[in-house]
């Protein structure tokens, strides 16, 4: 008898409104003396876990893509994505881990073969300095990190955070004492700094001073993890070819290779190894200044003995030739007068 009265399930349209009208609930009184603000989160819970299910599917049914669609639509068009994220930390944590895996997967859906949370992340940028300033609240900073990450797979959302104050924060959040946070922070720094190669570039020119300055102070940081974390990037970086001008204004300063000879002197085998693939861009150089060629000389024995010695904890043919050509270079270099 149960299955004769079982719901209907709701639409995506219907699912969508009812969630509007519940989140104007948040922000009441949280002992209000009815119990209807409990009341009314619960419900909210099960509307959004109802969205998760559309888009992610469950153990009994795949995602249906008209739902799907149909979803996103009117989760944009009612503009949820901007009330779950202002609202979020006044959820419980059910709610608030369901609202982070639905926003992520909105940022993929397509409607009509056009991605609208691009549309709608360009006409609403400031959302995108809401979830950066979530670092700064250790119990948001995750979920905040996982939808940020997302939205900045569209372009312009990108754009926006390489190109806004809210860059600078991340010097900050690297250092965060919070290994979680900080990792995280990680994370999302890397994808705005290697995900959209031309926009990157053209950013790291138009910034390169104030960026660079920042940047090295995270490879001299008293952090063992954030040192690591910013060598690596760093190399991935330089190593990319759309960043091959910023490679050669880079690897034309002295001040930075004494930076990356320090770390080449690191205890850990991690930055050593690390520093070693932006180290060998320097040595690679053809057009070395001759500030650069000095200081190689200078210590060209310590050099030379050292990297006799280096090796990787597994064979690595690549590293091998490049160690090999590094020695090279370095043997036969001669003093080179200034211009």
């Keep these: 008898m149960k299955g004769i009265f079982k719901s209907k399930p709701r639409t995506p349209a219907e699912l969508v409104r009812s969630t509007r009208e519940l989140l104007a609930y948040v922000d009441m009184p949280t002992l209000s003396k009815d119990g209807k603000r409990e009341e009314k989160m ?163 020119t138009k910034n390169y001073d104030w960026f660079f300055e920042e940047y090295n102070k995270l490879l001299k940081s008293s952090n063992y993890i954030t040192r690591r974390q910013a060598v690596k990037l760093l190399s991935d970086m330089l190593l990319d070819r759309a960043n091959t001008g910023i490679m050669m204004r880079y690897v034309s300063s002295k001040d930075n290779l004494k930076i990356l000879m320090d770390l080449l002197r690191e205890p850990s085998k991690n930055i050593q190894v690390e520093s070693f693939h932006v180290f060998k861009i320097f040595v690679a150089n053809a057009n070395k200044p ?24 597994k064979a690595d043919e690549q590293f091998d030739i490049d160690k090999a050509q590094v020695l090279k270079e370095i043997s036969g270099l001669e003093p080179k007068e200034k211009a």
Excluded: W
């Excluded at 959820?91 to 940022?107: C, F, G, M």
């Excluded at 001759?290 to 904890?313: A, G, H, M, Q, W």
């Design 42 to 204: 619960a419900e909210l819970g099960k509307n959004i876990r109802e969205m998760k299910v559309i888009l992610y599917g469950n153990s009994e049914s795949e995602p249906v893509p008209e739902a799907c669609s149909q979803l996103t639509q009117e989760f944009f068009r009612e503009s949820i994505m901007r009330l779950l994220i202002v609202h979020l930390p006044k959820l419980d944590l059910e709610t608030r881990k369901d609202s982070t895996q639905v926003i992520a997967n909105l940022q993929r859906q397509q409607v009509q073969s056009r991605i609208i949370a691009s549309d709608y992340l360009e006409s609403n940028k400031d959302l995108l300095d809401t979830l950066v300033a979530g670092y700064e609240n250790m119990d948001m900073a995750l979920h905040y990190g996982a939808m940020l990450r997302e939205c900045i797979r569209h372009q312009v959302a990108a754009r926006y955070v390489l190109e806004s104050e809210s860059l600078r924060k991340f010097f900050v959040y690297l250092e965060l004492p919070n290994f979680d946070v900080q990792s995280d922070a990680a994370a999302t720094f890397r994808e705005l700094l290697t995900r959209h190669k031309a926009t990157v570039a053209d950013f790291l």
């Design 290 to 313: 001759p500030e650069i060629v000095s200081i190689l000389l200078k210590n060209r024995n310590k050099l030379l003995r050292f990297f006799s010695d280096f090796k990787t904890d």
